[in-house]
């Protein structure tokens, strides 16, 4: 079986789901499920016997090593972070807790198993870490796209404790020899993720009559993937990628905030039309990020051209089946935005007002 960390979350849900659409291997899914965490996201494998759920920390040696012993997986892909850019602003200690102290405990617990496998299995073996392209720090307009050569500038809590687990799982490679991959993924949009991140959050705040709120001038850059074309990226390294090596996995799809927000709302007004005018009359700038990397682009031609890798989505595609999707199930997004998300939106907004 896989063991996944995080799959309750947004990305490591879908992957979840896609994995067993496609394949009979049963999936360990370990997850703290923490605010970011919701099983009912997979309500769907409830009385599947090849979803196994186990609640544990990452940073909880024992559990981990336990899971380990009592399932014995052939690689561990390793989702579970804390994500969001502006919660490491207020709170970066839990970032440096889940991102850093659990992926060093979760290495230490992987070194352990697979020093026991028998050979065959121990060549077998993988550890594939989900890491972000905001470990490359911020590009200007005119910079070349991110490569797996850029050198490595984090700006925030979040990028900085991202990419000192990229650190460790390279050290991990490097001095034990752990079969590991990483993979650098730029900004993913689609079902079930949680409102706090900008596209849920702007059709969430659409759909509810609420301001739009723009960051700074709207410029910021981000390079857009379908979740969808992440998974199947992160499934392709993990049967083809080369041990110790580092994959970029973007859409070729930059687009600035503005323009992001602006196509939601076209979207919603032909999809839900309002009597009182365009959704667009919503959008309001607000005080800007403190430390607001102003763009991201990912080169991914290594992973084009060396395990034949490209996105099924455009961005047009993949955000028209977004809004859809959401349109479709208000009842999940209403069930996650509850009592402590709303403590986090007037954490969050009511500064910038
Ligand atoms: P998410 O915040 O939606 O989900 C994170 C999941 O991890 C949750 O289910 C949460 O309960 C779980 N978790 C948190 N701390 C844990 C702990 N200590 N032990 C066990 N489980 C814990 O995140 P996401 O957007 O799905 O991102 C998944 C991964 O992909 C992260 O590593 C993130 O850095 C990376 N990534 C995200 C994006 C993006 O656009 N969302 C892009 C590139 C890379
Ligand atoms: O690039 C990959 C990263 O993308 C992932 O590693 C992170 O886990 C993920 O959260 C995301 O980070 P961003 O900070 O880019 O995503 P977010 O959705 O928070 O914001 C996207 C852009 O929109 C960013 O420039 C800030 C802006 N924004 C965001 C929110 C929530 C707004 O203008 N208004 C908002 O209310």
Known sequence: ????????????????????????????????????????????LKDDARHVFARADICDRAAIDALLDRHKPRAILHFAAESHVDRSIHGPADFVQTNVVGTFTLLEAARTHWSKLPEDEKQAFRFLHVSTDEVYGSLSATDPQFSETTPYAPNSPYSATKAGSDHLVRAY???????VL?????????????????????????????????????????DWLYVGDHCAAIRQVLARGVPGETYNVGGWNERKNLEVVHTLCDLLDQAKPKSSGSYRNQVTYVKDRPGHDRRYAIDARKLERELSWKPAETFETGLAKTVQWYLDNQAWADEVASGDYRKWVGTNYAQRA
Request: with cysteine.
């Open 1 to 44: 079986m896989i063991f996944v960390t995080g799959g309750a979350g947004f990305i490591g849900a879908n992957f979840v789901l896609d994995w067993l659409k496609g394949s009979d291997e049963p999936v360990l899914n370990v997850d703290k499920l923490t605010y970011a965490g919701n099983l009912g996201t997979l309500k769907s």
């Open 173 to 179: 490679h490097h001095t034990y020899g752990l079969p």
């Open 182 to 222: 990483t993979t650098n993924c730029s900004n993913n949009y689609g079902p079930y993720q949680f409102p706090e991140k900008l596209i849920p959050l702007m059709i969430a705040n659409a759909l509810g009559g609420k301001p739009l709120p723009i960051y700074g001038d709207g410029q910021n850059v981000r």
